[in-house]
């Protein structure tokens, strides 16, 4: 999975509460990406980060945020799950543009 | 909005036999459109990627064809084996050029 992991790999939540989940990567590439996987959805980009404190939203970003403090990690919150947040989701990095390579993902469960 | 189309949905094929997924995309300044390839609990693996100045690119069995004037691109995958099973996605870059919009996946089954 080209040096990016992501943890957890599996939590279990309940609504109202917040949650964070981890990327990290040992490629130093600039771009960090966060997308959330659903059935007859595909894959939606949430939020991405161009350097280390420079994000911008992408098409589903509400009820989500950001940070990247360090060029290895890449932190997307859930200020307050909620059921329609139960997802897969799955970091990307990219030294550019355009080659993207995915983590393993992590499955998210909000009960 | 920026949008990619993909078909089919699934598609069955028999073991040798080749198989074509389809995209079209919406915005006509797209200029990277990579093809996806996710096996059941991982993550999506780049397989092959072709940019606006190319028609066509190959690697192995796979093959990209683009054609621009129509706005669509096609993934080919010549002599098919059980282990070409997957999810398949396609991509373009959105209008900014920032990052990809994916089509909805297509389920390929290959069959013994």
């Known amino acids: 999975d080209a040096g990016i992991t992501q943890s957890p790999r599996h939590k279990v939540t309940e609504t109202g509460t917040p949650v964070t989940l981890r990327c990290h990567q040992t490629?130093?590439?600039?771009?960090m990406y966060w997308y959330r996987q659903d059935p007859g959805h595909g894959l939606r980009l949430i939020h991405y980060?161009?350097?280390?404190?420079?994000?911008d939203k992408g098409e589903v970003s509400d009820g989500y945020s950001v940070s990247r403090s360090k060029t290895e990690d890449f932190l997307l919150t859930l200020e307050s799950a909620t059921s329609s947040q139960t997802s897969v989701y799955f970091c990307?990095?990219?030294?550019?543009?355009?080659?993207?390579?995915f983590g393993p993902g992590t499955r998210l469960t909000v009960t | 909005g920026e949008n990619v189309e993909q078909h089919p949905s699934t598609l069955s094929v028999q073991e040798g036999d080749s198989a074509v997924i389809k995209c079209t995309y919406s915005?006509?300044?797209?200029?990277?459109f990579p093809w996806y390839k996710q096996e059941l609990g991982k993550g999506p693996q780049l397989i092959i990627d072709?940019?606006?100045?190319?028609g066509e690119k190959k690697d192995q069995r796979i093959a990209v064809t683009l054609n621009k004037t129509a706005k669509h691109f096609s993934l080919h995958i010549t002599e098919t084996q059980p282990e070409d099973s997957a999810v398949y996605f396609c991509?373009?870059?959105?209008?900014?050029?920032?990052?990809?919009?994916f089509g909805k996946g297509t389920t390929l089954s290959v069959s013994s």
């Open positions: 990307a990095i990219a030294s550019d543009t355009y080659e993207q390579y």
């Open positions: 490629e130093n590439h600039r771009y």
């Open positions: 980060s161009y350097g280390v404190k420079d994000t």
């Open positions: 915005d006509s300044a797209s200029n990277y």
């Open positions: 072709i940019r606006s100045n190319v």
């Open positions: 991509a373009a870059h959105n209008q900014a050029g920032t990052a990809l919009i």
